[in-house]
């Protein structure tokens, strides 16, 4: 990024610079990018993402009566609600994520009232690295301080994801949140979406860098996709759940028992299997051979997981099959694959470092201007950096 990392005292001064008085808590999530482990989470599998060094930061200070006022340097505005009545109708998108976690507090009993916050990030916004869930991650760190609830770090995730589902209407799973919160630097998290249990995966990256570019795409046609994906994968669940009663995902479904239904199976619900039950296996195999350091076969198992997501799962695009080709022949560039739900968003490579100029020429010169490049490393998951 050009402009000077965010801290603690630039937060305190600026905070103190909109809104006279000085913060009484500043709080820090981090954006993610999953390695690894695409279309996994709502069949109960598998991810394994790394937070990224870039943060969002909230300070803020309670106030003695109901009135909200929230700014976002982002897109410099300033937002006034009451926290007991946020509307959609009447307020802009970004100011949703923050009211939720206000008003869900508030529903578990939270001694919460009025506050005044500034919210300020180095995480791209509306970029893929999940700056929706490092708003709400910082959010809730910030008001939970301030309200003296105790949460543990799973009900502080799974607040943050209401919020995201009923107060932004995106319907997301838990890895995003889940990241935001527990991440270690210089590891990646391997997350079990079913039970939650999670443990580091150590990434001595070394020379090597994450590297993610958006596509500058978002097709229309992804959230109608997501929703016949969720179906397909229920159908093939219950397909196998027939053969055998202890199945209730496709987590459940090892590939070997999904290749000896092939010729009996609907073409399109066996390689929806195919994928997922693939991309399970290629998620623990890629947690040991980043564990290892081999980077080889971790940027072969992404590789694998492209193929696969283009292939069989059939949520790739031309922008973003265009973009890991450009990448994948790039020497120096150890492994690549679309990262996110799919139709537009962003690939992730690994990337030696003395490869990542070569490699952003040839996205400008063979892809076009839209694309955008970030450069991340894992990063530490939130805190409190003031309070
Ligand atoms: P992503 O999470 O991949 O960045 P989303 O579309 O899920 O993309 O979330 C982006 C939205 O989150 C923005 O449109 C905005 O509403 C909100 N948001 C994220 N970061 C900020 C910020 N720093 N200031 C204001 N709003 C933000
Ligand atoms: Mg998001």
């Not at 120096?332 to 020429?361: K, S, W």
Request: glycine fraction near 8%; proline fraction near 3%; include cysteine.
């Amino acid at each position: 990024m050009a402009d000077a990392a965010i801290d603690r005292e630039s937060t305190a001064r600026r905070f103190a610079e909109r809104f006279g008085r000085a913060a009484g808590v500043i709080a820090r999530a981090p954006g993610r990018v999953n390695l690894i482990g695409e279309h996994t989470d709502y069949n109960e599998g598998l991810v394994l993402p790394i937070a990224t060094e870039q943060s969002t930061w909230v300070a803020c200070v309670a106030r003695p009566d109901l009135s909200v006022r929230v700014a976002s340097e982002a897109l410099d505005e300033l937002h006034t609600w009451r926290v007991d009545d946020w509307r959609r109708e009447t307020s802009p998108h970004w100011t949703s994520y923050v009211a939720g976690v206000a008003a869900l507090l508030r529903a578990r009993g939270a001694r919460l009232g009025g506050f005044e916050m500034l919210v300020r990030s180095d995480v791209p916004v509306g970029g893929g690295l999940s700056s929706s869930a490092a708003l709400e991650v910082a959010s809730a760190k910030a008001l939970i301080l301030l309200s003296g609830e105790a949460l543990d770090t799973r009900e502080v995730a799974d607040l943050c994801r209401q919020a995201e589902h009923q107060f932004a209407g995106v319907p997301c799973g838990i890895m995003d949140q889940s990241i935001s919160l527990l991440a270690q630097a210089d590891t990646a998290l391997l997350l079990d979406c079913r039970t939650r249990v999670h443990a580091y995966i150590p990434l001595q990256l070394g020379e090597l860098a994450v590297v993610v570019v958006d596509s500058g795409v978002r097709h229309e046609l992804a959230a109608g996709e997501y929703a016949r994906r969720l179906a397909q994968c229920r159908a093939a669940t219950e397909y196998f759940r027939k053969l055998d009663p202890r199945v209730s995902a496709l987590r459940d479904v090892s590939p070997a028992t999904v290749r000896a239904h092939a010729s009996q199976m609907d073409p399109t619900l066996l390689a929806r299997a195919l994928h997922v039950t693939m991309e399970n296996q290629r998620t623990a195999e890629a947690a040991d051979a980043f564990a290892r350091g081999d980077f080889t076969a971790a940027g072969r198992l992404m590789a694998d997981s492209h193929r696969s997501l283009r292939d069989d799962y059939e949520v790739s695009c031309r922008e973003l099959d265009a973009l890991v080709r450009i990448a994948s022949t790039t020497p120096g560039v150890i492994g690549a694959r679309m990262t996110g739900g799919g139709f537009g968003g962003c690939i992730v490579a690994l990337v030696r470092r003395d490869a990542i100029e070569p490699l952003a020429e040839r996205v400008a010169r063979e892809y076009g201007e839209r694309a955008r490049l970030v450069r991340t490393r894992p990063g530490r998951g939130a805190s409190i950096e003031h309070g």
